[in-house]
């Protein structure tokens, strides 16, 4: 008989696991949704956190940098968050439909619900639909994801979210702009569904805003597309924060679908936006990005596994990162091929920008093909500022500060007019400047 080997808990696991044990009986969902629960939190207890002997966490060791795990953030009052949103400038003037929730519980009335049923867009509370019978299926994990233990932590933890609809056919006027504020101290672990029907377009604006001070924040935004439907989605991460800030994404991609994702991080010292993107319907594409940018001793992580499991699917991927002073980077991305995905047509690029001699970047670029008739590629490559470049603008009287940044904005601008959605572009690249001004 095998058993298992127990593991000497750090403060952090052990911190998390009386913070399961106390908190469990208060947490939403059905009894089908707690067995979930407390599986999750049993494969933290048994597995820890995520380590570098973990293959897809080699390069961020989550269980080194979490010295201490802090209890999960308390209620806040529409007007504690309001207080935070219009502290926080994302998209300017940008015309949008919002919907905020704050510290892991959804604000109704801070959020357009209304006006989006009008647009046919269905807004519910995730804790509402935890509790229905079928609530569990909010809590499913895809294959390519495996035992991931970021992914364990949101499930055991999960605080509230919600559960976005878009009806068949409909085109949403506007993009929605979903707000994750954080007020006062405290862990975030949220979970959003959004399911896109047939024929629909929707476009997603995912924002942070607030610090959580040293807690974690664990968010699970899990997208359902239809066939012949276009979702599009830009995810803004910004700002200092001390506390580990985890991204997943859990896409299933229908036939003749669209999904477009861009991940932007600037600024957290610890972060990981990581993508589980599933062809499940033929002739479909998906198109990922990342804009990655960090300084002192931050990490900054953009993981992806594509998995083409079905015939005649097109993905591409094009990730930039500019790392400065001892910043670390890291890229993995894998690219599965099943053995019946004919004619699949696969691309994967990461490219990195050293601006400090003692940055370091990780790219870990993969292709697993077992079918004959496909189209696969990956690229990656790192270097420094071209200094041929640098002298032509400087040899036109541009001073070399100046210079700099054109060449950095140029550089990382690329990925940012690729994933071609322009009433992001300007803000965007407005980012990539305050960043490099060091602000």
């Not at 892991?104 to 509370?125: N, Y």
């Not at 895809?142 to 364990?152: F, I, S």
Request: proline fraction near 2%; glycine fraction near 10%.
């Amino acid at each position: 008989m095998n058993a298992t080997t127990p593991i000497n808990h750090t403060q952090a696991e052990g911190e998390l696991i009386a913070r399961f044990d106390g908190a469990k009986a208060g947490l939403a969902g059905s009894a089908a949704v707690t067995a979930l629960r407390e599986a999750a939190a049993g494969q933290i207890k048994a597995k820890g956190l995520p380590h570098r002997r973990v293959e897809e966490y080699k390069y961020t060791d989550l269980r080194a940098y979490m010295k201490s795990a802090a209890p999960l953030a308390a209620a806040a009052t529409a007007a504690e968050a309001k207080a935070v949103i219009d502290g926080f400038d994302s998209y300017g003037e940008l015309d949008r439909y919002k919907l905020v929730i704050a510290n892991g519980s959804f604000v109704s009335e801070l959020s357009d619900v209304a006006a989006l049923a009008g647009e046919g867009v269905t807004v519910t509370d995730f804790n509402e639909a935890l509790a229905g019978d079928n609530g569990a299926s909010l809590l499913s994990s895809p294959k390519t994801a495996g035992e991931d233990g970021t992914l364990a932590l949101n499930t055991a933890f999960v605080q509230g979210g919600v559960v976005i609809a878009v009806k068949e056919g409909a085109e949403v006027s506007k993009p929605v702009e979903l707000i994750q504020v954080a007020v006062g101290e405290g862990a975030q672990v949220v979970r959003n569904r959004i399911t896109v029907a047939k024929g629909a377009t929707f476009k997603l604006l995912e924002t942070f805003a607030g610090d959580t001070g040293t807690g974690e924040t664990n968010t699970v935004f899990d997208y359902d597309v239809a066939d012949e439907a276009k979702l599009a989605v830009t995810r803004l991460v910004v700002g200092k924060a001390a506390g580990a800030k985890l991204f997943t994404t859990i896409a299933h991609i229908g036939g003749e679908a669209e999904f477009k994702a861009l991940g932007f991080i600037a600024g957290p010292s610890f972060a990981r936006n990581q993508q589980f993107v599933n062809f499940i319907g033929e002739n479909s594409e998906a198109k990922l990005y990342g804009v990655t940018m960090a300084r002192g001793k931050d990490l900054a992580d953009q993981t992806l596994i594509v998995d083409h499991a079905v015939p005649h699917c097109n993905s591409r991927e094009f990730f930039k990162t500019v790392l400065d002073d001892q910043a670390r980077g890291v890229y993995q991305g894998r690219i599965n091929v099943a053995p019946h995905a004919q004619k699949t047509d696969g691309e994967m690029m990461t490219q990195a920008l050293l601006l400090g001699e003692d940055a370091e970047m990780a790219n870990k670029p993969e292709l697993e093909i077992f079918a004959d008739d496909v189209l696969c590629a990956h690229g990656a490559t790192s270097g420094q500022i071209d200094e041929d470049l640098l002298f032509y603008l400087r040899a036109r009287g541009i001073p070399e500060a100046e210079a700099r940044t054109l060449l950095v904005l140029a550089f990382l601008s690329e990925a940012i007019e690729e994933f071609d959605e322009e009433y992001v572009t300007d803000v965007l690249e407005g980012r990539v400047r305050t960043w490099l001004a060091g602000e």
